[in-house]
C-alpha cells in the first residue's frame, strides 16, 4: 500500500511499556467507505477492534478481536453477500530490517508466522485492524441461490470438474446403452 492508510491509529512506541494497555478503535464511516474502495469490496458497514498492546524486548505483542460487518458480491451471481467477523488475533511486531542489510536477516520459526512489520516510531492498530478482517473473509463468497444459478449457467459443481468426474460421466453413458 502507498500513503497513509484509510483506516489509522497510530500508537507511538514510547507508550507501549511492559504493563499491558488496552486499545479499542472503531472506522468512521468516511474510512469504511474508503477501506470498502481499497480491498473492493460492497461495504464495509462496521470495523471495530479491541487490541491490547505490551512490550517484550523489542517487539510489541498485540492481541485481541477484530469485528466487522462487511458486504462482497458473490462469486456466482454477483448479489451481496453480508458477512459479520468476530476474528481474534495475536501478532509479533517488530521494527522493519532495513532493506538488504545482511545483519537484519529474518529466520521465521512457527511461533513467529504472525510477525507484523511497524515504522520503528509507532504501530498502527487502524492497518492492523482492517488487514486481520480483510484476511479473515471468505476468499469466494457465495449468495445463497450461487449453486442454484451456476446450475443454470452449465456451471458444474467440484464433484462433477474433480478427476472423478469424467469417470462418473462414462460409468452414466455406459450405463445409458445397456
Not at 489509522?8 to 494497555?21: E, F, N, W
Not at 469490496?41 to 478481536?65: F, K, P, Y
Request: aromatic letters at 4%; hydrophobic letters at 45%.
Amino acid at each position: 500500500m502507498t500513503g497513509a492508510p484509510e483506516f489509522s491509529r497510530r500508537i507511538a512506541l514510547d507508550r507501549i511499556g511492559t504493563v499491558a494497555s488496552r486499545h479499542e478503535i472503531a472506522a468512521e464511516a468516511d474510512e469504511r467507505t474508503a477501506l470498502a474502495a481499497r480491498f473492493g469490496l460492497r461495504a464495509v458497514q462496521s470495523l471495530a477492534a479491541e487490541v491490547e498492546l505490551v512490550r517484550e524486548d523489542d517487539d510489541i505483542l498485540a492481541t485481541g478481536a477484530v469485528s466487522a460487518d462487511i458486504v462482497q458480491a458473490c462469486v456466482v451471481t454477483g448479489e451481496d453477500v453480508a458477512t459479520h467477523l468476530e476474528e481474534p488475533f495475536e501478532l509479533r511486531l517488530r521494527a522493519r530490517p532495513a532493506p538488504g542489510d545482511p545483519e537484519q536477516e529474518l529466520e521465521i520459526e512457527e511461533s513467529d508466522l504472525d510477525i507484523v512489520f511497524h515504522d520503528g516510531e509507532a504501530v498502527d492498530l487502524g492497518e492492523l485492524a482492517a488487514e486481520t478482517a480483510m484476511l479473515a473473509l471468505p476468499l469466494f463468497p457465495r449468495s445463497a441461490g450461487a449453486d442454484e444459478a451456476a446450475q443454470e449457467a452449465g456451471i458444474v459443481g467440484e464433484e462433477e470438474a474433480g478427476p472423478f468426474g469424467a469417470l462418473k460421466e462414462l460409468r452414466d453413458r455406459l450405463a445409458g446403452e445397456e
